[in-house]
């Protein structure tokens, strides 16, 4: 029987080695999770802490990975999407939110507001605006404030 010597071993091992590496494309094997680790609720919290930090981008990825759970983050995203000045987009998000979760008066109001940046659909802006008023009553103080620049702005043209 012949002993095993490094000069056996060493090449068996870089044999080894060069065939993971051209079977898999890659120099080093990738560790792959494949359960998240946080809930949706915690993605939304952690969504939360970026957003007050100003670091929207990791802000729209947690609130991205929630969406698939917890319907409130599409109202979340259509947030960031609209500090981020891409109305489009956050139009689609609050569109969204108020679809899934129809008592949702912050995002009928938010999209009013962007109505209102946008100087466009100001008669459907007023629309929101009024039932985010109805929907909650106690936030009226601010769903009236976005309803009040609304109506001036709607009075101008």
Not at 7 to 24: E, K, N, R, S
Not at 35 to 58: A, C, F, M, R, W
Not at 134 to 152: A, F, G, H, M, S
Request: net charge negative.
């Amino acid at each position: 029987m012949r002993k095993k010597t490094a000069d056996t071993i060493i090449p068996a091992i870089t044999y080894i080695i060069i065939c993971f590496v051209i079977m898999t494309g890659c120099a080093f094997p990738r560790i792959v999770i494949l359960d998240d680790p946080l809930s949706p609720e915690e993605h939304i919290n952690l969504g939360v802490t970026y957003e007050k930090q100003g670091d929207l981008n990791n802000a729209l990825k947690e609130y991205q990975k929630a969406s698939e759970e917890i319907p409130l983050a599409y109202f979340y995203i259509g947030n960031i999407l609209m500090q981020k000045n891409d109305y489009e987009n956050a139009e689609l998000y609050y569109k969204k939110a108020i679809r899934k979760l129809p008592e949702n008066a912050d995002a009928r109001n938010n999209l009013a507001w962007l109505y209102y940046l946008r100087k466009d659909k100001l008669e459907e802006a007023e629309k929101l605006a009024l039932e985010a008023i109805v929907l909650n009553p106690e936030n009226k103080e601010v769903y009236q404030d976005t309803l009040d620049k609304i109506r001036e702005l709607r009075n101008k043209e």
